[in-house]
């Protein structure tokens, strides 16, 4: 069995900054992937911010500039590092991870973030 247990949301002011973590852990031999995605109300959940295990970023569009991945490996955690907040990147933010030699993906249960004066 896997878990991914999420951290670090919360309310922040616009233009504020908050760190997001995500720490795996159970049985499984690598992360190929983590990655961050996020649902707000009456939206679609949708990818924020993923990371290769070779390295490879991917950002919404939304985030380029603003937002920054960052993994360690030897702690199986994955990190969101979120700057210049802006009202619309209130979401519940869900770690998302996927590992070799395991179909399915697996998701955290999610942690709020609010970007609100």
């Known amino acids: 069995q896997v878990q991914l247990v999420e951290s670090g949301g919360g309310l922040v002011q616009p233009g504020g900054s908050l760190r997001l973590s995500c720490a795996a852990s159970?049985?499984?031999?690598?992360?190929?992937?983590m990655g961050w995605y996020r649902q707000a109300p009456g939206k679609q959940r949708e990818l924020v911010a993923d990371?290769?295990?070779?390295?490879?970023?991917t950002y919404a569009d939304s985030v380029k500039g603003r937002f920054t991945i960052a993994r360690d490996s030897a702690v199986n955690q994955v990190y969101l590092q979120m700057n210049s907040l802006k009202p619309e990147d209130t979401a519940v933010y869900y770690c998302?991870?996927?590992?070799?030699?395991?179909?399915?993906?697996?998701w955290g249960r999610g942690t709020q973030v609010t970007v609100s004066a």
């Open positions: 998302n991870a996927r590992f070799v030699g395991i179909r399915n993906a697996y």
């Open positions: 990371i290769t295990s070779g390295g490879t970023t």
């Open positions: 159970g049985s499984f031999v690598s992360i190929a992937a």
